[in-house]
């Protein structure tokens, strides 16, 4: 088993060089680098194109069925393999997120597609080719391009259950029985699927979509360079045809980095907390905005990037006075057989401490609804607290114990412009705001004169502390 250590750090995204299906030399991602790239290390150099399906009806939702091209590159020191049929070749999940209302919400995932032989291109760079044709063997620096109709071929795509993230292993192709496809599902089954209403442009005003691919292998695994195996591109929602909207990739291939860190793009406020189980990564990103009644609202996304314990909870300690309300959950329902059910988690505040939590123990139902890898759920909630430094947790599913982890939290009741929490708004707190003026230097974390949670202090912050004098 591989020992990571556990790091909780919070930054805000920087924006990592984006390369799209062109000539490129890879670079590390902000919380998706590789531990050596010593030894193979895959990632998606680029998503070059996206197919789509049709769509069906599934107990009364209109569903959509997609895929997207991936191409892989070996940016490691050795060769990858890459045998068909076997449990020594890489998978590939999908995903779709949608970005709306301050948000980034996962909308789509896919089944796994199994990879059946490397082309020797040069997408990341100079080329050491493992062979000739498309041999069982990507070579050092090379890469392989699929394409999102073989990423799409329903025949070569298996079920997420059947892998274990962390370690990459998968059982060799057609060693089990695979779900069927299910009834009147012919043309979505195992694909990305999307619900038509979060595509639909007149639902979707102003929302950015996001599609990512990434790359499990056991070689990769081993060799601790699975944290850099995701890419994300944006996408843009078409016209309706052929029972699906269309989607058009937009810009370049941003490489080596989840799809989670899309959201700082579209809001520039959010910052990034990354967590080391023993077994894999999360990433956890927050954003705090500003109600039109001087309260907060807190927004978390948390990303399973690679651990197979999975996450059961979610949970933060909660200030004596700090008032919490519309707590919120949402998650990503499997499909097409896949085992796991789609049981919303509940939502408790009690003992000082505010939770959301699965249903049901591994030990009760190794099925139940975990926050499994190359998945994202959310989490949110109103509160008078004013937004700071602090600590929340994450409870791990199969093997029990927990992860801290440093976001933003609400950290006291003050009254809403009350810079020093002494219960009167006065000529104080105007000092703590006119010596806090300007950019924040460490993003809204560090910022607390930042009233309306923009990244600066300005005249827009001393109008809301003003609006509550005395």
């Known amino acids: 088993m591989k020992i990571r250590t556990l790091i909780g750090t919070l930054a805000t995204a920087g924006i990592a060089l984006g390369v799209g299906q062109m000539t490129a030399t890879a670079v590390p991602g902000d919380g998706g680098t590789s531990d050596s790239q010593f030894g193979p290390d895959v990632i998606v150099g680029g998503m070059p194109d996206v197919s789509k399906y049709g769509g069906a009806t599934v107990n009364g939702v209109s569903i959509m069925a997609y895929a997207f091209g991936s191409t892989s590159c070996n940016i490691g020191t050795q060769q990858l393999d890459w045998y068909s049929g076997t449990s020594n070749h890489p998978i590939i999940p999908q995903n779709a997120y949608r970005i709306k209302n301050g948000r980034i919400e996962q909308i789509g995932l896919s089944w796994m597609k199994h990879g059946f032989c490397a082309l020797q291109q040069t997408l990341c760079g100079s080329c050491a080719p493992a062979g000739s044709g ?57 694909r990305v699927q999307i619900k038509a209403a979060d595509l639909d442009p007149a639902q979707n005003a102003g929302a950015v979509y996001v599609a990512e691919c990434q790359y499990v292998h056991p070689q990769d695994a081993a060799n601790n360079n699975d944290n850099n195996n995701a890419s994300y591109r944006l996408f843009t929602v078409g016209a309706l045809s052929g029972g699906a909207y269309t989607l058009t990739l937009t810009g370049s291939t941003f490489q080596q980095k989840a799809a989670i860190y899309a959201w700082s793009v579209a809001s520039p406020t959010v910052s990034y907390a990354v967590a080391d189980a023993p077994d894999g990564r999360y990433i956890v990103a927050s954003n705090v905005t500003t109600n039109t009644d001087g309260s907060y609202h807190y927004e978390y996304a948390i990303f399973n990037y690679n651990s197979d314990s999975a996450g059961r909870s979610f949970s933060m300690p909660i200030p004596v006075g700090v008032t919490v309300s519309n707590m919120a959950f949402k998650d990503i329902s499997y499909h097409s057989g896949e085992p796991y059910n789609s049981t919303d988690w509940t939502m408790t505040m009690a003992g000082g401490m505010m939770k959301w939590e699965c249903t049901e123990t591994f030990a009760q139902n190794a099925n139940a609804n975990a926050l499994r890898w190359s998945t994202l759920y959310n989490f949110s909630f109103d509160s008078n607290g004013l937004p700071g430094n602090g600590n929340a947790t994450i409870g791990l599913f199969k093997t029990g114990g927990s992860l801290g982890v440093a976001t933003q939290v609400p950290v006291n009741p003050c009254k809403f412009g009350d810079l020093d929490c002494n219960g009167v708004v006065n000529g104080a707190d105007l000092g703590l705001l006119l010596a806090h003026w300007g950019l924040c230097p460490n993003g809204t974390a560090g910022c607390f004169a930042d009233l309306d949670r923009n990244g600066v202090v300005n005249g827009a912050d001393m109008g809301f502390l003003m609006g509550n004098w005395g």
């Open 134 to 190: 498309c041999p069982s063997l990507l070579g050092i620096g090379c890469s392989d391009p699929y394409t999102s109709g073989l990423n799409g071929s329903q025949t070569d795509l298996g079920p997420r259950f059947e892998a274990n993230p962390s370690t990459g292993y998968f059982p060799a192709t057609g060693s089990t029985t695979w779900p069927s496809i299910p009834t009147g599902q012919s043309a979505i089954a195992r």
